[in-house]
């Protein structure tokens, strides 16, 4: 008589084949998704903060609760520790800013199916192979992408301006980044959400940067004007100076670098700025103008009653001045749209922008009216920026600064009360000089930073990009790389400073787990900072 093995050891055979069919079948799959359908990375350094974060600090101050990050890769021990929330001119005492937490990096996904069907973007951000070390321990790199195949790029005054590959400098025309992608990378310089709490524990007097006769601003959190006659606020630069500044190079800059006005590179002055606030006018009649005065002329953004009516316009304007602030001529653009503004009592938001050569006012998250672009090329837009002969700022860059903006924001009809009073700016493209020590292939080059001088503009060819870091200050980027590795020279493309197509690994899409912390002073990094879970920008 045969022999059977009994039902239920077939069943425990049969689940176990299947169980090992199933894990097999798992992981081809899942391999063949990470390799060509999306991949995890880890944002390993600052490059691209604040958009992305690498190994970085943690900081917690007492005065004004704000919590904020510092690159990790200085040691912070012997350093001053600046509250972002006051201006780089307060330090914040050890005794008030805790022990900080040394956090890891952004972890995101990258698409890695999306290039192979459609042509990347300006201002994508894109993970790629680094051509200066493809096989090494940064072999992998997250930059933003600004230049394209077949075009001439120069940065001027922080912003991208290109061409057509055979254009003269003076052909190329700047490039706007596409509103939802301007909405991210604003970055703060003031806030007034974030109040000292004990100001007379600071090294130094404290004032908001704002200030006015008629108006108190060191209300908590609120500026109060009770007059309805004509009042102005006007930002004080030795406060906060209106620079490329940023809280998370804090422990990079030297104490020679320390932002003022008169601030010689790494820190830049910049005008492409957004001032928002929530308004509220106590009585009906209120009218405000905000003037933005840099680059030889004075922006405007308007809104006052129309003549004889209840009704309101937004106006967005451009004055040339001289030296002494004076009109030169004529207002020789403006915009114009009627608009309804909420009565008397309740909050209306605004926001003012002057970014990318262009003007807008927003009224509750939506444009009201802009943009009202001007359309300068490289050679204007630096005359006007610096306020110097051309020849002398080829002469001086990359250490020529442009000259400081002002800003006066005027009020009239009613008295009135502002919250949420911020000052933001967009990112800003440094210029530079080679350094050949820090250039890892031969031969090294020397000279102006790729794209950042008008006598060595990028040119760049067939699949051929140039990647930037949102930190401009200290990035290795497509500014400073210089020679490829030679497998990339031998083997892909051997043009230093850009990337080929062909070492593009993805766009980055989401930040899936964002900055994680240890549970204690030490630890294991563990803790993910789920407020940061975002789409990438």
Not at 117 to 145: C, H, M, Q, S, W
Not at 319 to 340: L, M
Not at 438 to 465: C, M, R, V
Request: contains cysteine; aromatic residues 10%; proline residues 8%.
């Amino acid at each position: 008589m045969a022999t059977t093995n009994p039902p239920h050891q077939l069943h425990e055979e049969g689940t176990a084949i299947e169980t090992l069919q199933s894990l097999i079948i798992a992981f081809v799959l899942a391999m063949t998704f990470r390799g060509f359908v999306t991949e995890g990375f880890v944002i390993p350094t600052g490059s691209m903060a604040p958009t992305l974060l690498g190994q970085h600090y943690r900081f917690h101050s007492r005065q004004t609760g704000a919590t904020f990050p510092v690159d990790a890769r200085v040691d912070v021990s012997a350093r001053e520790i600046y509250d972002p929330k006051l201006g780089p001119r307060f330090a914040i005492p050890r005794a008030d800013r805790g022990q900080p937490r040394n956090s890891m990096g952004d972890r995101i996904l990258v698409l890695k199916c999306l290039y192979p069907f459609f042509a990347p973007k300006r201002f994508d951000v894109v993970v790629f192979k680094n051509p200066t070390n493809p096989d090494g321990k940064d072999e992998n790199y997250i930059k933003r992408l600004v230049g394209l195949p077949d075009e001439k790029l120069l940065l001027v005054d922080g912003d991208v301006f290109v061409g057509d590959i055979d254009a003269e400098i003076g052909d190329l025309k700047i490039q706007r980044k596409p509103l939802h992608i301007q909405r991210a990378v604003w970055q703060t310089i003031y806030d007034s959400d974030f109040m000292p709490l004990r100001p007379d524990e600071l090294d130094r007097s404290y004032s908001p940067p704002f200030s006015g006769q008629d108006w108190n601003t060191t209300a908590e959190r609120s500026f109060r004007c009770d007059t309805a006659e004509p009042s102005t606020l006007e930002w004080d630069l030795h406060q906060i100076p209106l620079t490329d500044w940023t809280s998370y190079d804090m422990l990079m800059y030297s104490s020679r670098q320390r932002p003022s006005p008169n601030s010689r590179s790494p820190i830049f002055n910049i005008s492409d700025l957004r001032v928002s606030a929530g308004i509220v006018a106590d009585q009906p009649g209120f009218e405000t103008t905000l003037e933005l005065v840099t680059r030889g002329h004075r922006f405007e953004f308007i809104l006052k009653r129309r003549d004889g009516t209840g009704r309101y316009e937004a106006i967005v304007q451009m004055t040339p001045i001289d030296d002494d602030g004076q009109a030169t001529g004529e207002t020789d653009r403006q915009r114009t749209e009627n608009i309804e503004l909420r009565g008397a009592g309740r909050v209306v938001n605004v926001e003012f922008w002057h970014v990318d050569q262009s003007l807008s006012i927003y009224l509750d998250g939506k444009r009201a009216v802009g943009p009202l672009e001007y359309d300068w090329r490289p050679r204007l837009r630096m005359e006007n920026a610096y306020q110097l002969a051309y020849q002398e700022i080829l002469d001086r860059l990359p250490r020529a600064a442009p000259n400081p903006a002002r800003l006066l924001w005027h009020f009239r009809g009613s008295p009135v009360t502002l919250h949420r009073v911020r000052v933001d700016r967009d990112l800003y493209y440094q210029p530079a000089r080679l350094n050949d020590r820090s250039q890892k292939n031969q031969p090294a080059l020397t000279g102006w930073a790729f794209g950042t001088h008008p006598n060595n503009p990028a040119i760049l060819e067939s699949d051929q990009f140039l990647m930037l870091g949102d930190n401009s200050p200290f990035s290795s980027d497509s500014r400073l790389w210089g020679s490829p590795a030679p497998i990339v020279a031998a083997q892909i493309d051997d043009a230093p400073f850009i990337v080929n197509r062909k070492l593009l690994l993805g766009k980055a899409w989401v930040v899936y787990f964002p900055a994680p912390y240890p549970l204690r002073d030490g630890g294991r990094a563990v803790i993910p900072d789920f407020g940061r879970l975002r789409f990438i920008r």
